[in-house]
Structures are given as C-alpha cells and as structure tokens.
C-alpha cells in the first residue's frame, strides 16, 4: 500500500519567517495529495491540495509543490504568524482512493 | 457546510467492554471513513466504507468492527475492548466515490480505556 513518510516531526519559527514541510510516497499512481491543519483540540482541516497534473498551487501565503518524479511535495508558508503554529499533516490517495496521511509536523510559531 | 458529528467528545470505558463510536454525516456523503490518531504516528485508517451495508479494512482493523446500515451513520465497535485502543478516534466523510476529495472530519472521540 501507500507510505507517506513527512519532514521534520517538530519546526520553530521566527514570526515572520518561511516554513517548509516535506512529504514523499511510495504509490506512483498517486494523484491526489491534500494537506491539513490541526490546531490545538481541533479537527484537521483542509487548507491547500494538489493533483498530479499540477506541479504548484498558491493560496495566499501557503503553497504546495509536487515533484511527481522523485515522488515527493511540500507544504510552503512565508511570512508565518503565531496563528500558525498547528500540527500539519500530508496524505496521499492509497487503496481503494483513501488518504494515507503521513506522522504529521508540529509547527510553531514565536512572536 | 458538512456536518460531521461524533456523538461522543470524552469516553472512559472499561477493559473488555463492548465500545460503540457513532458518526453521523449530513450531506449524503457516499464515503465514511474511521482512523485513529495516536502521538507520534500519525492517523491511521481503521475502517472506511463506500456504502450501506458496505465496508472495507483499512491498515490497523484488528480488535473493531464497523456498521452502516444507513448513508448518514458510520459506527465504529470495539468489540472487547483494551487499553492499548486507548486513542483519539476521529470519523471523516466526502463526496466522491471514487476519487479521495478532502475529507471533513468530526471533531473526535476521545477514548480512554482503563
């Protein structure tokens, strides 16, 4: 089956600062490859994806980049604030089309 | 915006108890689906189904089982339950059969078995 290994388990930052999260996976077929937050007592949710045809996504200050060749994507966010400081978490399309998510980073942010 | 509801927010259940984890979804999602998140590790798919009366293991189904007998509810059973089920369960659903749009998850249960 699908493997999602993510890096690193734990980033700090300086607000302001860029943030950089990086996810492989082993399932060439793969096509589909979302990224969620998780704050603090939170349900994970949605905040960027991208699908195999694209090899860049922005929204706002997040972008998601896919290099379907090595088999890896990254989660980017510049100009971090205190509000981002969640745990995030990568996944990719397995069998039967569900998500295996990778350990997850936690992310914080100091003002 | 989709609703999905896990009737519990805290358990503290009891070593060899039959457990039920419900969830419930308002947007006549086909998919359901159950992981489980523990520390370090991630969530993990324990269950998922694409319709009644259908259901499908995922990579940890050992010591649960699942029913859905209606489109909306997805329940997650521990048939015997032990202290190493010990976790956040979280319940997620979507739209498309056969393709893994965004999840929405439900807020979890938090589960303690003693």
């Known amino acids: 089956g699908e493997n999602v290994e993510q890096h690193p388990s734990t980033l700090s930052v300086q607000e302001g600062d860029s943030a950089v999260i990086k996810c492989t996976y082993s399932?060439?077929?793969?096509?589909?490859f979302p990224w969620y937050k998780q704050e603090l007592g939170k349900r994970p949710q949605l905040i960027i994806d991208?699908?195999?045809?694209?090899g860049e996504k922005k929204d706002q200050r997040i972008a998601v980049t896919l290099n379907k060749t090595a088999k890896h994507f990254s989660l980017h966010i510049t100009e971090t604030q205190p509000e981002d400081s969640a745990v995030y978490f990568c996944?990719?399309?397995?069998?039967?089309?569900?998500?295996?998510f990778g350990k997850g980073t936690m992310l914080l942010v100091s003002p | 915006d989709v609703k999905v509801t896990q009737s519990s927010r805290y358990l503290v259940k009891r070593t060899g108890e039959k457990v039920f984890l419900e969830c419930v979804q308002d947007?006549?999602?086909?998919?359901m689906f159950w992981y489980r998140q523990d520390p370090g590790l991630g969530l993990r798919l324990i269950y998922f189904?694409?319709?009644?009366?259908?259901?499908e293991k995922g990579d940890i189904p050992e010591g649960y089982s699942v029913s859905r007998e209606k489109k909306e509810r997805f329940s997650l059973i521990l048939e015997s339950a032990s202290t190493n089920q010990t976790s956040m369960y979280l319940c997620?659903?979507?739209?498309?059969?056969?393709?893994?749009?965004?999840?929405?998850f439900g807020s979890g249960t938090r589960l303690t078995v003693v």
């Open positions: 996944a990719a399309v397995g069998g039967y089309s569900t998500l295996t």
């Open positions: 189904s694409y319709d009644v009366k259908m259901k």
């Open positions: 947007m006549d999602h086909e998919n």
């Open positions: 997620a659903s979507s739209l498309i059969p056969d393709r893994a749009y965004g999840y929405t």
């Open positions: 991208i699908r195999s045809n694209v």
């Open positions: 399932d060439s077929a793969s096509n589909y």
